[in-house]
């Protein structure tokens, strides 16, 4: 199918959008044909089929307890799936924290924090 693609546009590359099960298509494409992988510039996978179990940090290891209700609850205290969330827990959070401070860091890189480091999912 990439193939096909840059065959009738004539270009180089492209970019890549999969949904579930497209992602893993890509996944193990790239896997098995990385010649037609470097032809791809950026792969976008929306709604991958994967898994928590090689995330690190807290939250990979939270997730691998099975207290999805849980965590659920805590994240929506927080705000998460909303834009610019603002509540009393995070500002509760902020007041203690996020200062220009020794924990400024820990306000600036809470993702990593939380999920764990990945150097090579930086965009650099």
């Known amino acids: 199918m990439i193939e096909k693609v840059l065959e009738l546009t004539g270009e180089t590359e492209l970019f890549y ?22 032809k791809v510039r950026l792969a976008n996978f929306l709604a991958p089929v994967a898994s928590e179990t090689n995330m690190g940090g807290p939250l990979g290891w939270i997730a691998g307890l099975g207290i999805d209700g849980i965590v659920d609850g805590i994240l929506s205290m927080m705000g998460v799936g909303e834009f610019l969330p603002s509540n009393l827990l995070i500002d509760c959070l902020a ?11 820990l306000c600036t890189n809470i993702l990593f924090i ?11």
């Open 114 to 124: 939380l999920c764990g480091f990945d150097e090579a999912q930086m965009n650099t």
């Open 17 to 38: 959008a999969g949904h579930s099960m497209g992602t893993t298509a890509f996944m193990a494409m790239h896997h098995y044909r990385p010649d037609i992988g470097e």
């Open 95 to 105: 007041s203690l924290f996020c200062h220009e401070t020794i924990t400024q860091g």
